[in-house]
């Protein structure tokens, strides 16, 4: 049995690639992944770059789960929709698998639509899902996410992996391994610890590739770290006695930064009762300028 995936990248695409897997994993087939390109010069050189790393994690998503897969950019100046029907009617593909994102009526009527096409003119049935982030279950959200966790406490990295095994995690117990995963890897969120693994310093490396990053700590459990995570950009700071809790933290960072923004609104008045309880009556008042602005910023 042969499927087929029209792949953009992108939540949707992430969807479609995860159904198209375990479909596969079903019914002994072999996947092809497609990204399409017009070519010539409507194309830029960073859409191009952009499509192959998609592509390159596509690929790899597949074949972890041992499934043969082929993975290419497709130029043959078809519109999206031809190239993925004709790629079906050469290669004799059985299923079809889509991401389909929310168009207008109006944008539909104009610009057409490369699902409707395919359905409508391939040669086998046709599965297309959609992404709507206000109702995705929180399974489906972290789904196959690649997640980063590093902390020199064994007994965290693996308390970490039960709760996230909905996800692909890669595990570090020092800065050095973490340096090395985060140089050879794109992640979608590290979890990272404060105390004994330069938890500062590792946050810098993933700001710098821009990944959404949480600070899960308990000997740093202070006013003075969470305010310092917060200033170095993570993403939230989660008291390791809320790791029972972690899926939801984890999810809130990701919705935040599909949204286009960082969640501290979301879990900061979460957590605002812990942090009163731990650090004691007033204690923002010891760094009210900052506060104010914080407050400000991201709401009460």
């Not at 990204?35 to 690929?59: N, P, R």
């Not at 082929?70 to 100046?77: C, F, I």
């Amino acid at each position: 049995m042969k499927i087929l995936v029209g792949y953009n990248g992108g939540e949707v695409g992430r969807l479609a690639l995860s159904l198209a897997r375990d479909y596969a994993g079903i019914n002994n087939a072999s996947v092809y992944v497609i990204t399409s390109m017009e070519g010539g010069s409507s194309e830029k050189q960073s859409d191009i770059i952009k499509a192959e790393e998609d592509l390159a994690f596509a690929k790899k998503l597949i074949e972890n789960s041992n499934i043969q897969c082929d993975a290419q950019q497709s130029v043959r100046g078809f519109s999206p929709g031809e190239d993925l029907v004709k790629f079906a009617e050469e290669n004799e593909i059985d299923h079809i698998f889509l991401g389909i994102k929310k168009k207008s009526k109006a944008q539909k009527a104009i610009l057409g639509s490369t699902s409707r096409y395919v359905i409508l003119k391939a040669p086998c049935p046709v599965t297309t899902v959609k992404f709507d982030l206000n109702h995705i279950k929180t399974e489906d959200l972290l789904k196959d996410r690649r997640v980063l966790v590093v902390d020199d406490e064994p007994d965290i990295l693996e308390t970490v992996e039960e709760l996230l095994d909905m996800c692909s995690l890669d595990k570090a117990a020092t800065f050095e391994e973490a340096k090395k995963l985060l140089a050879n890897n794109a992640y979608d969120i590290a979890i990272l610890d404060i105390m004994g693994v330069s938890g500062y310093d590792v946050l810098a490396l993933a700001r710098k590739k821009d990944i959404p990053a949480l600070m899960l700590t308990a000997h740093a459990l202070t006013p003075e770290n969470l305010k310092e995570s917060i200033r170095k950009g993570a993403d939230s700071y989660i008291p390791k006695d809320e790791l029972a809790n972690l899926v939801g933290h984890v999810a809130d960072a990701i919705k935040a930064r599909i949204e286009g923004k960082q969640g501290y609104g979301a879990w900061f008045s979460t957590l605002k009762p812990f942090f009163d309880k731990s650090f004691g009556k007033g204690w923002r008042d010891r760094d009210r300028t900052f506060w104010d602005s914080f407050d400000d910023k991201y709401g009460r």
